[in-house]
């Protein structure tokens, strides 16, 4: 416990240097300063052609004295034009629009219920039936989305210095194939700040196992004398004189040069050294301070003798590599080692090519004793013409010009052969530098030939990108550590806010950049092949359709784009006036129907009454009425039968759907009368109206 209050005193703790005694503090000093030196000296070959790398990638020349002096010294920009052409396209596929950095979501996001207190096991209802939900679906998407905008506003607007040290970063990658970002909350400007270093002044062992193992890693940092006083005075520093650079200018105001050396030492003297950051001055090797570069997250302890295992080291700077190098784990190439032998070359037969065509031009030769010109050599202007004391005969016999051939055709065949290989290495093609491929070329063709063209650059981006996320972490972090409860920031015309409540809740952020997708042409063909889907059930026509927005760089998708689709007050309107319609005429169509029954079963009954009438009337007659009427009655009775009486109405103990096939029974006259089936007498009445089977009464 007395070793963990110690190491949580020493990480609170501003200098740590002003707990230690003068000798301590100077035995610390040498080391950082013998050590760096070592670090130095290893990487001494490589910064011999780091600065030539630098100089031929922005055309520097030398004044050359072969074959003569002011001889041609032309630079063909074959490294210049790779490194331009890499910044060209990484640049936009990392700073796109104005999402810069998206949140990550891991596990479900599908909310948690509530549970009923009462029944133990069941989840909690709402009034309304819907179910009561402590952490609601999609919480955790609209947590990520809230730390994705505001860290995209942080780099892109708070942290100032970020986007334009991004677009140098880029550029100078390429050339010199390692750059390195330190990335650290500022307590001055109060905000984050992730800055570029250069890999010059980033000292780290040549022959280290690994960025993450290097046992030390030293960078090189100016102040000026006014800075160095107030990190006195604010109590950074040890209040001290730390001189001036030895090759400092007479200038009073000129920096000097510290060195802040992240390292392990053990300060406690339990055999296990901790991560601390060493800052001297270089040239005086005074020390000025000495921080914790580790928190109590990063330290372990064993479960068994409380003693400490492990301290993990605070990250603060992050590497962004080109290309591996084959004998470095730490600075890796760019096209500075792969063009600088051909660049070389290039310009060898570039200037060989010039000065045989200045000799050839030129021209020159020698004057024979027979003749005298007495004025030594002899120019001419252009339309001049010389007066000399000789014969014709005589000067062209004195006069032999030396043969100048001129520029060797084989020459100019082998600088086309190596700025070919160089654009090959650089993947510098003309069609990917925006030139119109053959006419018969086929779109499809052409694009698949750019996509095979920048394979290589992918490659590299995937890197970059590896490293982007990287940094953003480091940024999550010391905001999850350093962000206010709540902060609000401002995005074009909506005002947003986050809080550090969901940096520790938050799963984590990652680039919006997509290494497989580094042109606009390929974003749109993969758009467009989701909007085909986009109606499909199985997928979500809203994510594909902001999707398509963001692949054709339209801003502010959240303002074109809505949650959900805008009701067509036109359809709804036809869609309303079909439906009165559909209900007027459904009205009318049923009372017409309604009518046409009532008269059919007024019919009916007035063939069954006079029907009756004529069994009646036969009866009193003794049988003397008509059998024609009769029988033209029963026909029309019988074909109105047919047509109602089985039709599926209520049936009245008939024949239709249910019923009973008997004729009902009546009373006395219930016997069925002239052979007609289905009609009987009604109740208590022989010769009363008889009903067919099937209809109602």
Not at 51 to 67: G, N, S
Request: net charge negative; hydrophobic share 40%.
């Amino acid at each position: 416990m007395e070793q963990a209050r110690r190491l949580r005193r020493w990480i609170e703790s501003p200098n740590i240097a002003g707990e230690l005694d003068e000798e301590t503090c100077a035995a610390i000093a040498q080391r950082v300063r013998r050590e760096y030196d070592m670090d130095d000296a290893s990487r001494g070959p490589w910064k011999e052609k780091y600065r030539r790398w630098l100089d031929l990638a922005q055309q520097v020349a030398e004044p050359k004295t072969y074959p003569w002096p002011g001889a041609s010294n032309v630079i063909f920009p074959l490294l210049t034009i790779a490194a331009v052409q890499f910044a060209a396209r990484a640049y936009p596929a990392i700073v796109r629009d104005r999402d810069v950095v998206r949140g990550t979501v891991l596990g479900r996001d599908d909310g948690v219920p509530a549970m009923d207190p009462l029944c133990p096991g069941r989840p909690l209802v709402g009034p309304d039936g819907a179910p009561v939900w402590l952490v609601p679906p999609g919480a955790r998407r609209t947590r990520a989305d809230a730390i994705g905008r505001h860290m995209s506003w942080q780099v892109l607007d708070e942290m100032e210095e970020w986007e334009e040290q991004t677009d140098k970063l880029l550029l100078k990658l390429s050339i010199v194939g390692v750059m390195f970002r330190k990335t650290y909350f500022d307590p001055a400007l109060q905000r984050n700040v992730s800055e570029t270093v250069d890999p010059l002044r980033l000292c780290i062992d040549y022959n280290a196992k690994s960025f993450a193992t290097a046992p030390r890693i030293t960078e090189e940092i100016d102040l000026y004398p006014w800075e160095v006083q107030e990190r006195i005075r604010a109590g950074l520093f040890l209040d001290d004189e730390y001189g001036c650079n030895h090759d400092a200018s007479p200038d009073d105001d000129a920096p000097v040069t510290f060195l802040e050396q992240h390292r392990r030492i053990d300060l406690d003297e339990d055999g296990y050294a901790e991560p601390y950051i060493v800052t001297i001055a270089r040239d005086s090797g005074r020390l000025a301070r000495i921080v914790a570069g580790y928190d109590m997250e990063g330290v372990m302890f064993g479960a068994a003798d409380h003693r400490i295992r492990r301290i993990d080291p605070v990250p603060y700077y992050t590497k962004f590599p080109f290309i591996p190098s084959p004998d470095s784990a730490i600075y890796d190439i760019g096209f500075g080692t792969l063009l600088h032998p051909l660049n070389e070359a290039v310009n060898t037969s570039l200037n060989q090519m010039f000065d045989a065509a200045h000799l050839a031009n030129a021209g020159g030769g020698f004057i024979g004793s027979g003749l005298s010109l007495n004025a030594g050599s002899v120019r001419f202007q252009v339309g001049e013409y010389k007066v000399v004391n000789a014969p014709g005969a005589a000067l062209r016999e004195n006069l032999v010009p030396l043969a100048f051939p001129g520029p060797n055709p084989v020459l100019f065949q082998l600088l086309t052969f190596l700025v070919d290989a160089g654009r090959e290495i650089a993947s510098v093609k003309d069609i990917l530098s925006g030139a119109m491929p053959g006419g018969n070329t086929p779109g499809v063709l052409g694009l698949a030939v750019i996509q095979q063209g920048l394979k290589v650059f992918s490659a590299i981006f995937k890197r970059v990108h590896r490293s982007l996320g990287a940094e953003f972490r480091k940024l999550y972090r010391l905001n999850r550590i350093y962000l206010p409860d709540e902060v609000g920031f401002r995005v074009g015309a909506g005002y947003f806010s986050v809080t550090r409540a969901d940096y520790e809740q938050g799963s984590g952020v990652e680039p919006v950049s997509d290494p497989e997708i580094v042109t606009d042409m390929q974003k749109l063909a993969r758009a467009n092949f989701l909007l085909a889907f986009k109606d499909d059930p199985w997928c979500d026509g809203h994510e594909i359709r902001r999707r398509a927005f963001d692949a054709a760089a339209i801003g502010e998708v959240g303002r074109v784009l809505r949650d959900r689709p805008a009701p067509n007050l036109d359809a709804v309107s036809r869609a309303q006036d079909l439906a009165l319609r559909a209900r007027r005429e459904a009205r009318e169509g049923a009372a017409s129907e309604g009518r046409q029954r009532v008269q059919e079963i007024e019919a009916l009954a007035g063939a069954i009454l006079r029907l009756a009438q004529a069994r009646k009337a036969e009866a009193d007659a003794g049988g003397g009425a008509d059998r024609g009427a009769m029988d033209r009655e029963l026909a029309d009775l019988e074909a109105w039968r047919e047509e109602f009486g089985n039709d599926g109405s209520a049936d009245v103990g008939g024949d239709g759907p249910g019923g009973d096939p008997r004729p009902p029974a009546g009373g006395a006259g219930g016997a069925d009368r002239g052979g007609f089936p289905g009609v009987a007498a009604s109740s208590g009445d022989a010769g009363g109206a008889a009903v067919p089977w099937g209809l109602p009464r």
